[in-house]
Every structure is written in C-alpha cells, then in structure tokens.
C-alpha cells in the first residue's frame, strides 16, 4: 500500500493570533519510535513549542508529546524533550540571519504526516501588539456579520 497524502495531526492556531506570520519553511523532525505512535494517535501540543538555532542545527523545544500509552516505560521518551529539526544548511543560515537582524521568532505551526512522514511547518513571526490583535478580533466580527447579511438575502 503507497502511503501518499497530507492529515494534520496538530495545528497550533494561537501562534497566528500571537504573531504575525512572515514566512514558513517545512521541516523534518527527529523522532523515537514511541513519539511517532503517540504522535499518529495526534497525542502532541505545539502550543508553547518554539524553534532554537544553536550551532548550526535547528532545535525544537517545549513542544509536548505525550508518552505512548501501550508500551512499557522502558521504551518511552521525555515528553517536552529537545528534538532536532531536519533542514538544509541554506534554510538555517538564511533564517539565522533573518532571527538575529530582524528580531523574528520561529514558531512551529502545524505537526502533520506527508507521505507517511512526520513534517513541522515553521512559521518566521514577530509578535503583535496589543493593538494588532484587537484590529484582528474586530476584522473578523465584520467578516462575519457580513456573511450573515449575506446569507439572509
């Protein structure tokens, strides 16, 4: 059986509320066996993960992965353990640049499968003012009450 297709296992949809997303990049992540299965179950929170670039490598940190339930504790991992993320060396120093000089942060978005492998989305953001997220808040109420004006014609 050909593993093809795209399920999103875990949206972090405060990072978009919080920052204002520039640019995303895909990237591979190195796994445990135990954190895929618990990972394919969708038992991940990327809520308060965040990306670090030390030396070169990009590191995936606080984001939580839930032990897996059926296997002994012997196999399991760290839950909020440092997970490396797989990159081109161009993507890293291109977005070490961007982070340093700009002042960015790297904010992972999405955990999702594509063609049986594990993929984060990492989204390049700097952070919204207050005044930001009001202005947002109030964009989609008006969008909404459109949609209802609409629907009643």
Same mark, same amino acid.
Do not use: C
């Given at each position: 059986?050909?593993?093809?297709?795209?399920?999103?296992?875990?949206?972090?949809?405060?990072?978009? %509320?919080?920052?204002?997303?520039?640019?995303? %990049?895909?990237?591979?992540? +190195?796994?445990?066996?135990? +954190?895929?299965?618990?990972?394919?179950?969708?038992?991940?929170?990327?809520?308060?993960?965040?990306?670090?670039?030390?030396? +070169?490598?990009?590191?995936?940190?606080?984001?939580? /992965?839930?032990?897996?339930k059926s296997t002994g504790s012997y196999f399991n991992h760290d839950p909020l353990r440092?997970?490396?993320?797989?990159?081109?060396?161009?993507?890293?120093?291109?977005?070490?640049?961007?982070?340093? =000089?700009?002042?960015?942060?790297? /904010?992972?978005?999405?955990?999702?499968?594509?063609?049986?492998?594990?993929?984060?989305?990492?989204?390049?953001?700097?952070?919204?003012?207050?005044?930001?997220?009001?202005?947002? /808040?109030?964009?989609?109420?008006? =969008?909404? =009450?459109?949609?209802?004006?609409?629907?009643? %014609?």
């Amino acid at each position: 059986m050909a593993k093809s297709g795209y399920k999103i296992l875990s949206d972090n949809r405060q990072a978009r %509320y919080l920052y204002e997303i520039l640019e995303t %990049y895909e990237a591979g992540v +190195e796994l445990r066996g135990t +954190e895929v299965k618990s990972i394919r179950e969708g038992r991940v929170n990327l809520r308060d993960g965040y990306v670090l670039i030390r030396n +070169e490598e990009a590191l995936l940190l606080n984001v939580h /992965i839930s032990p897996h339930k059926s296997t002994g504790s012997y196999f399991n991992h760290d839950p909020l353990r440092t997970r490396r993320l797989l990159l081109h060396k161009e993507e890293i120093r291109k977005l070490i640049g961007k982070v340093e =000089q700009k002042g960015l942060t790297l /904010i992972p978005l999405k955990m999702y499968l594509k063609e049986g492998w594990v993929k984060v989305s990492v989204g390049l953001g700097r952070g919204k003012k207050l005044h930001d997220k009001r202005e947002d /808040i109030k964009r989609r109420d008006d =969008q909404r =009450q459109m949609q209802r004006a609409m629907k009643n %014609y």
